[in-house]
């Protein structure tokens, strides 16, 4: 009799504290730090390792990944690379995996997980996008083969180190994922944020420091330099999986193969000339950056002198509001309903005017694909000319800028 008693009460007591009698906020603690962990094992291994090759993991770290992604979400690493691939190749297109733009924006937030799991039964995605993912044996006959029994095996685990409320941990865990990178990441990273740079895509960064996710939350970058380990671009940004990846690096265990190319500036040069034009070209996004930059000072001089002139409520001022907003997008990134705003600030200026016909000449420099180099050399120094020579001195500056960069 006594000897069930010590059983009830070991079992009971097991129940209430599991083998670590942790407290409310042990547990708590460790179900965040258990979710960070398998954050961090998407954006280094799945994410930037795997699906982008931009750095290379020591076996040691490549391999724990891969077992605590299988112990908490199942996840095969072919399938997800596969779906990111496809997801760059096909951005906002109807082949897009989870595009917001073609797909909806609750429909991603809200059945991202359902999204995922659809494209992974596509054969045909696995069989286009999923090459150089792991296929050894461990890989086929246990991760691959076995995917709802590694989250079987860490719910035991959550049950034997906290008790009945390890359910609640492994409930926390199994959500995590879906949570930010199906619906947050794949969604409102599409929708919503702020924009560095003009990727070709509705990709935003949903926040300055990459902390919660990982860094993911760093998207537009991610999406304008898709191949680079490192997703903060500017100073005040911060990307975690950053500083982990640079902690392995300096052990030994990760080797980093691209960052986000850094344009440089020397001397300014008489003439643009073809390394000129190879560093513009090669940093296209951040030079189309400093120019919005530029465009958007032009747009807060013109305010300032409506301000002076107290000409705050005119239609002008509305309209250059718009433009200071506005006028630095692409024009297929600006809603229809500004245009004739946008117009009317560019026909009350013709400085503004001229800022924005010169930005959509200097892009061809790289958008034309049937020149030859010389002649795109020659159209840089024609541009470079009739920059410094229009009388406005954000494109003088600009030009003489540009006669300095050197790759």
Same mark, same amino acid.
């Given at each position: 009799?006594?000897? @069930? #008693? *010590?059983?009830? &009460?070991? %079992?009971?007591?097991?129940? =209430?504290?599991?083998?670590?009698? /942790? ?27 795997q699906a982008h090759r931009s750095l290379d993991l020591h ?93 079987? @095996? #860490? *719910?035991?685990? &959550?049950? %034997?180190?906290?008790?009945? =409320?390890?359910?609640?941990?492994? /409930? ?236």
């Amino acid at each position: 009799m006594n000897e @069930l #008693m *010590m059983v009830h &009460d070991a %079992l009971v007591d097991w129940l =209430a504290n599991g083998i670590t009698h /942790a407290s409310g906020w042990q547990i708590l603690v460790s179900a965040l730090v258990m979710t960070h962990i398998t954050i961090a094992a998407v954006t280094i291994y799945l994410h930037r390792c795997q699906a982008h090759r931009s750095l290379d993991l020591h076996p040691i770290p490549a391999h724990f990944f891969r077992f605590w992604l299988w112990a908490t979400t199942g996840q095969v690493t072919k399938e997800w690379v596969s779906i990111h691939r496809k997801h760059h190749a096909k951005c906002e297109t109807v082949e897009d995996p989870h595009s917001p733009v073609t797909h909806g924006i609750k429909t991603v937030l809200t059945r991202g997980a359902e999204l995922y799991r659809a494209e992974a039964k596509n054969q045909e995605t696995l069989k286009k996008y999923g090459h150089q993912t792991p296929d050894d044996w461990v890989e086929r006959n246990l991760y691959s083969r076995f995917t709802w029994q590694g989250v079987g @095996l #860490m *719910m035991i685990v &959550d049950l %034997l180190l906290f008790g009945a =409320a390890g359910l609640s941990v492994w /409930a926390l865990q199994m959500a995590w994922i879906p949570i930010t990178a199906a619906g947050i990441i794949n969604g409102l990273a599409h929708h919503r944020g702020y924009r560095n740079f003009e990727a070709p895509d509705a990709s935003t960064n949903i926040s300055p420091w990459g902390i919660i996710i990982g860094g993911e939350e760093l998207h537009n970058n991610h999406h304008t330099y898709p191949t680079s380990a490192k997703l903060s671009v500017k100073p005040y940004e911060f990307d975690i999986g950053w500083a982990y990846i640079r902690a392995m690096e300096m052990v030994g265990l990760a080797k980093v193969r691209k960052t986000p190319p850094m344009l440089r500036h020397g001397v300014i040069k008489p003439v643009a000339d073809k390394d000129t034009l190879e560093a513009i070209i090669a940093n296209r996004y951040e030079v189309m950056a400093k120019y919005g930059r530029e465009l958007k000072a032009a747009c807060a001089v013109e305010l300032a002198k409506l301000q002076a002139q107290g000409h705050e409520h005119s239609v002008q001022w509305k309209q250059l509001k718009a433009a200071k907003t506005w006028l630095h997008r692409d024009e297929d990134r600006i809603p229809q309903a500004v245009h004739a705003e946008l117009a009317g600030a560019r026909a009350a200026s013709p400085a503004l005017d001229k800022l924005v016909l010169m930005r959509e000449e200097l892009r061809l420099l790289w958008t034309r694909t049937n020149v030859s180099a010389e002649q795109l050399v020659h159209d840089l120094q024609a541009w470079c000319r009739k920059a410094e020579e229009s009388g406005i001195a954000e494109l003088r500056a600009f030009s003489q800028n540009l006669r300095a960069a050197r790759a």
